[in-house]
C-alpha cells in the first residue's frame, strides 16, 4: 500500500543546480496501515529531509503491516526504483510482529552495524529502553537502507542530534554521515543545510559549488 503524499514532492526551497535525489520512506505498522489510527512516520521522514537536504528531493512513500516477506519486498522494489536513501520507521523492538531488522538484513549486501550504534546512543540520552530497539543499517547495491524508530521525535533527535540551548551538537545525528556513505557508494552527491544537520566529508571528498 501506497500512503499518500503532497503534490510536491521536492522541496521549494531545493536547489536545481544539485543533483536531484530519489527517498524511499517506509512506515511499519498493523495499525497504521489497515486504518485504525493516522500514520505519523512518513510526514516526520518526509518533513525532516525536506528541511535538511537542498537537493530536489523525489519521495517514494510506503506504508505497510508488520510483515517481513512485505518489508523486505518493499526495500527491494525501492532500492530497483532507483532510491539512494531508503529510510524505515517501526518495527525494530523486541516484540514478536517486530520484524523489520529481520527484513532489512534479508536484504542485504553489507551490514554498516555504526548507524545502528549511534541511534542507540543518542536515545540512551532520554530512556533506558532505549537498549532494547534494534535498528539496523545495510547497503544493498548502491542504496544505503536505514531502520529508524518510530516516533516523530525520536526520528528527529537519531537523524539530527542533540543540540544544546544555543544550537551547538552536543551528539552528532546520523545523517551527518549519510551524504558521504552514499558518495562511497556511487549515489548522488547530498548537500544539507548546516542549520538542521553538517553533513560531513574528508576535505577531498567535498565537491566545490558549481558555478552558474
Not at 535538511?52 to 519521495?59: D, G, K, V, W, Y
Amino acid at each position: 500500500m501506497n500512503a499518500p503524499t503532497s503534490p510536491d514532492q521536492a522541496q521549494a526551497s531545493a536547489d536545481d543546480s544539485l543533483d536531484p535525489v530519489r527517498i524511499g520512506i517506509v512506515s511499519v505498522s498493523d495499525r497504521a496501515s489497515s486504518g485504525v489510527y493516522q500514520d505519523k512516520g512518513l510526514p516526520a521522514l518526509q518533513d525532516w529531509l525536506t528541511q535538511a537536504l537542498r537537493n530536489p528531493i523525489q519521495f517514494e512513500p510506503r506504508l505497510i503491516p508488520d510483515e517481513q516477506g512485505r518489508i523486505s519486498e518493499a526495500l527491494i522494489e525501492l532500492v530497483d526504483a532507483g532510491c539512494a536513501l531508503v529510510l524505515t520507521t517501526g518495527g525494530t523492538g523486541p516484540a514478536p510482529r517486530d520484524v523489520t531488522p529481520e527484513a532489512t538484513l534479508a536484504v542485504a549486501d553489507k551490514v554498516m552495524p555504526g548507524f545502528g550504534e549511534q541511534m542507540r546512543q543518542i536515545s540512551l540520552r532520554f530512556v533506558p529502553t532505549a537498549i532494547l530497539s534494534r535498528q539496523v543499517a545495510v547497503i544493498r547495491g548502491q542504496s544505503l537502507i536505514i531502520n529508524l524508530p518510530g516516533q516523530p521525535k525520536s526520528i528527529q533527535e537519531t537523524l539530527g542530534g542533540l543540540k544544546d540551548v544555543e544550537g551547538r551538537t552536543e551528539v552528532p545525528g546520523i545523517f551527518a554521515a549519510v551524504p558521504y556513505c552514499i558518495d562511497l557508494i556511487g549515489g548522488p552527491y547530498l548537500e544539507t543545510d548546516d542549520r538542521v544537520c553538517a553533513a560531513f566529508r574528508p576535505k577531498n571528498a567535498v565537491r566545490p559549488p558549481r558555478q552558474v
